[in-house]
């Protein structure tokens, strides 16, 4: 298992559009990927999981991944969630 924090950085935070996206990269993975804001947690490939964390430009985010392609998996995450727009 592998994680890492990133703070999110754009303006409209996590809204739709992008959320659709990480859901559809992550589900790429054979790893299981979830991302943790204060106390909520939900599914990399949930896209109504992701929505329901509410993130916010400033948002911290815990990525973890855990299977046989986790450390390609959580780089992928955390290099998307880092370059929001």
Request: one cysteine or more; hydrophobic letters at 35%.
């Amino acid at each position: 298992m592998v994680s890492e924090e990133v703070v999110v950085h754009s303006a409209t935070g996590l809204h739709l559009r992008p959320a659709g996206e990480l859901a559809e990269r992550t589900s790429k993975y054979h790893s299981r990927i979830y991302l943790t804001s204060g106390n909520k947690e939900a599914s990399g490939e949930s896209l109504l999981g992701l929505l329901s964390l509410g993130i916010k430009e400033g948002t911290r985010i815990k990525v973890t991944c855990e299977g046989m392609d986790e450390d390609e998996a959580l780089k992928s995450t955390v290099d998307f969630l880092k370059t929001l727009k």
